[in-house]
């Protein structure tokens, strides 16, 4: 996972995907982060599969500060 800051177009690499990591979306269209304010930080949750039989995987990503 990259993140590319919008203020200075630098991309940084935050985390590394397990090799068994699957992604399931209807298509390959970019896929938009939900977004809140929590606080000072921004909070970015990433559903990697849109549907499942069983609880859906969900990961959390905090901004602070930009």
Known sequence: M???STSNGI????MT????FEIVQQDD???KMNEF???EEEIFAYVPRYSDC???ETYFFGVRVG
């Open 54 to 56: 069983h609880a859906l």
């Open 29 to 31: 269209a970019i896929v």
């Open 37 to 39: 304010t929590l606080g």
């Open 17 to 20: 995907f397990p090799i068994e």
């Open 2 to 4: 990259v993140w590319e």
């Open 11 to 14: 991309s940084s690499i935050v």
